[in-house]
């Protein structure tokens, strides 16, 4: 594998940062080359908080370029559509989404509408082929009793389908590394997400 490019959106609190960090780390572990860049200026007043985790054999920038994301995992509808651009239909991009609506304040202080969970899937068609919606947040809270850990239950999904080329060993050690506190219950939920039906 030359380079596998993923791009992580969310809005502040959402855990978009610690998923970037266990993607990454889970990498390295397995050999591979890493780069990533974040850009979380806005992510501790619930602003948007895009992640690139970029890996392979040797990488030279952290940046992913337009249409050129493997995988787009985002944790907000609204911020999947934010970040459409780095997908592609010729570069076959997948897109994971949570349910979980958070409407940000520009759309309520200006009066504009948030569009529909329909409406978004049918934008993000253009930018993918694939694009999964999941409520991530209500099954990881019937659960757990919170919904924090919905990143690591899409990150379940994706390695369980197989969408992200790295061992489900080298998550769980990276996941235990950089939250040993919460490992056990994050293992649960990575684990929930690796059997989603769907």
């Known amino acids: ?10 809005v502040g609190g959402q855990g978009v940062l610690t998923l970037g960090i266990i993607i990454a780390e889970a ?18 007043r619930g602003g948007s908080i895009p992640i ?17 994301a493997d995988v787009i995992i985002a944790l907000e509808p609204l911020e999947a559509l934010r ?16 349910n979980d ?18 409406e978004i899937k049918s934008n993000l068609k ?12 209500e099954i990881v809270k019937k ?18 389908k197989k969408l992200i080329p790295l061992k489900e060993k080298c998550i769980l050690e990276s996941m235990q590394e950089i939250a040993p506190k919460y490992f056990e219950a994050n293992k649960k939920v990575f684990e929930l997400g ?3 039906k769907k």
């Open 194 to 196: 690796i059997k989603h």
């Open 126 to 137: 253009d930018f993918s082929e694939s694009v999964t919606i999941l409520n991530a947040s």
């Open 143 to 160: 659960e757990t009793g919170s919904e924090i850990a919905a990143n690591i239950y899409l990150l379940g999904y994706a390695i369980g």
């Open 83 to 98: 970040s459409c651009y780095y997908g592609s239909k010729n570069h076959k991009t997948k897109i994971i989404i949570d």
């Open 27 to 44: 990498a390295l572990k397995q050999g591979f080359d890493v780069r990533t860049t974040e850009l979380h200026g806005l992510a501790q």
């Open 101 to 118: 609506i958070i409407v940000p304040l520009s759309v309520s202080v200006l009066g504009e509408t948030y569009p529909s969970i329909e």
């Open 52 to 68: 690139h985790v970029r890996f392979g054999k040797k990488m030279y920038t952290p940046l992913v370029l337009e249409g050129e």
């Open 1 to 10: 594998m030359k380079e596998f490019n993923i791009v992580l959106t969310g």
